[in-house]
């Protein structure tokens, strides 16, 4: 209530400076006004111009020191490479289109201000002129999107190639469930039709379907680096979107249907904590919470990083919770997890 008042107040404030301005402007009865910008006029707003182009620049150089400490570490997956790659040169041709652009826009705006005298010269049309502004961008888009469709068609390049780990990932608000194909990788068929939570059945799948016995269902996700890794995706209710940000990988679950992406693993995650951006991101997040901590506020514990799968989709009013820690580990460490967890007859069992 007082930020609201203290705002009301300040805008009333505002309205009578404005009110005692005009009132001033008027009572200066000598002053000549024809509403038409003088040559001083044109030349001052021609400098304003260059004064903004300055702040344009300004902003952006310092929009990229102050925050790039906040973009993600390397790709931890053999397609992010090029993908990241793909990004930067479009990020470069983009700044060094809007850097040149903007420059010609107000200097343009400074040189060919309104002038007494000068008369405005007005080109019909330009053949010249035309094909050059049209054809540069042609070939320079036509080379991004014929790049990004290849950088596209190699990162969905889903087959049973090299002996992939067949994976599925279930999403329901508001959580993420995992189910490995068992020793002999293949998942049994599912459907939310056939959900039982009273036998543990809580991802449907077909209990006369062989292949769904030796299924594994966990709530971490963990992976073998190296593996190639193919991702089978359902949802049980509403639009999700499985997101790995470190792993450059983002694919929509919907309901009804079966979604795919695949990746290979490159950095286990005790790799990755010593990564240096890693090390940095830890090591300022952890100081703002050392402050909530002495300051008696929640979610201040200290925090080690893991790699995560979220949801990209807004999908409820938990849906920023939505997420599942990943674990990448050496091929050893994953056989002996997974050797560690039950298989979906051994958690039905009890419920027979």
């Not at 919770?321 to 039950?342: L, S």
Request: glycine share 6%; with cysteine; proline share 3%.
């Amino acid at each position: 209530m007082t930020a609201l008042l203290t705002l009301t107040v300040l805008v009333l404030v505002a309205i009578a400076i404005w009110q005692m301005a005009k009132i001033f402007e008027l009572s200066q009865l000598k002053a000549e006004n024809t509403g038409v910008a003088t040559d001083k006029d044109n030349k001052y707003n021609g400098y304003l111009m260059f004064g903004f182009l300055f702040f344009i620049y300004g902003i952006t150089i310092f929009s990229f020191v102050k925050y790039s400490k906040v973009l993600l570490p390397e790709a931890s997956s053999e397609h992010g490479g090029g993908y990241d790659q793909l990004m930067w040169v479009s990020f470069a041709i983009i700044f060094f289109v809007q850097t040149i652009t903007q420059f010609l826009l107000h200097y343009f705006a400074y040189k060919y201000r309104g002038e007494k005298g000068k008369k405005a010269l007005f080109f019909a049309d330009n053949d010249r002129l035309e094909f050059i502004w049209t054809i540069i961008p042609v070939i320079v888009l036509a080379g991004l999107i014929l790049w990004g469709l290849y950088t596209w068609t190699n990162i969905m390049d889903i087959n049973d190639e090299d002996d992939p780990l067949i994976v599925e990932l279930y999403a329901q608000q508001f959580n993420w469930t995992a189910r490995y194909g068992g020793e002999d990788n293949v998942l049994g068929d599912a459907s939310v039709r056939l959900i039982d939570i009273d036998r543990a059945n809580v991802l449907g799948l077909d209990e006369a379907d062989p292949n769904s016995a030796d299924d594994v269902i966990v709530k971490e996700l963990h992976l073998p680096v190296g593996r190639k890794v193919n991702f089978m995706m359902r949802s049980q209710d509403v639009l999700h979107s499985a997101y790995m940000p470190h792993f450059r990988a983002q694919m929509n679950c919907v309901p009804g249907m079966i979604t795919q992406f695949s990746f290979t693993p490159t950095i286990t995650t005790e790799e990755m904590r010593l990564n240096p951006d890693v090390v940095d991101k830890v090591k300022r997040t952890n100081a703002i919470r050392a402050k909530w901590a002495a300051e008696g506020r929640p979610n201040s514990e200290p925090w080690e990083f893991d790699y995560v799968l979220i949801c990209n989709k807004i999908c409820g009013k938990s849906h920023y919770n939505m997420q599942m820690k990943i674990i990448v580990e050496t091929e050893e460490e994953y056989n002996k997890w997974i050797a560690e967890q039950a298989t979906f007859k051994e958690m039905i069992a009890p419920a027979e």
